[in-house]
């Protein structure tokens, strides 16, 4: 009986031992890595992602280039915005807008800022940021304006609706590492050309392009960065 207690007390003890490693393994499991880009072209910003009751972790929004990876957990729903405490000390917590994370342990966000501050209203589309998916010699396209757009890229032909985006590899059909792009809007049933040159194919890198109207002109414009 002794040593049934002694096997029995083993077992229990391994199986709580595996079950501890099991949850850290699923919570391990449940992070997900981000890396974050803000358009249009504007000063730094610094945000906050809440992820538990009262806990916040910062994020900059910036246009230049994507931020460093961040590890967060996996939510049903992430929500971006500022924390602050009110009068008797407790935490609250104003969302600027939220996302449903994509099913990827990388993942690429995008935010579209409505006016000159966050505060203002963030859009954010949730994009595959593993380099398999969106990797070197590829490029991501995002139509923010409200026309449909079409494209001519080392070969590649696309439209896109307003609100959509794609990711192509162009061809270097211009020589070496460069390739012919030529991008236009739909306006009252014409096709305009806003954008006509060689561009390079990005060997070691990707790119990403936004399309957008400029308040001004009415016209569409291009912001791209490039990711190496």
Not at 141 to 152: C, K, M
């Amino acid at each position: 009986m002794i040593f049934a207690g002694r096997i029995l007390t083993g077992i229990a003890l391994a199986t709580s031992l595996l079950a501890a490693g099991m949850g850290g393994q699923q919570a391990r499991a449940q992070e997900v890595s981000i890396t974050c880009l803000s358009f249009p072209k504007q000063s730094p910003a610094s945000i906050e992602l809440l992820v538990g009751p009262g806990k916040t972790v910062p994020i900059t929004l910036q246009s230049h280039t994507l931020t460093e990876p961040l590890k967060v957990p996996r939510l049903s729903s992430w929500k971006f915005g500022k924390s602050s405490t009110n009068a008797a000390g407790e935490f609250q917590f104003k969302s600027y807008g939220q996302v449903r994370p994509g099913k990827t342990r990388e993942q690429l966000l995008l935010f579209v800022r409505k006016g000159p501050s966050p505060a203002d209203g963030l859009n954010i589309l949730s994009l595959d940021g593993g380099k398999t998916s969106f990797g070197s010699s590829q490029m991501l396209f995002v139509n923010l304006a409200r026309e449909q757009v079409a494209g001519l890229v080392g070969g590649r032909q696309f439209r896109l609706s307003s609100g959509k985006h794609i990711i192509i590899k162009p061809k270097a059909d211009r020589g070496k590492n460069l390739c012919f792009a030529s991008l236009k809007y739909q306006r009252a049933n014409k096709w305009r050309t806003f954008f006509s040159t060689n561009w390079p194919t990005l060997t070691t890198a990707r790119g990403l392009i936004f399309l957008y109207n400029d308040p001004r002109s009415r016209s569409v414009k291009m912001h791209s960065v490039v990711d190496s």
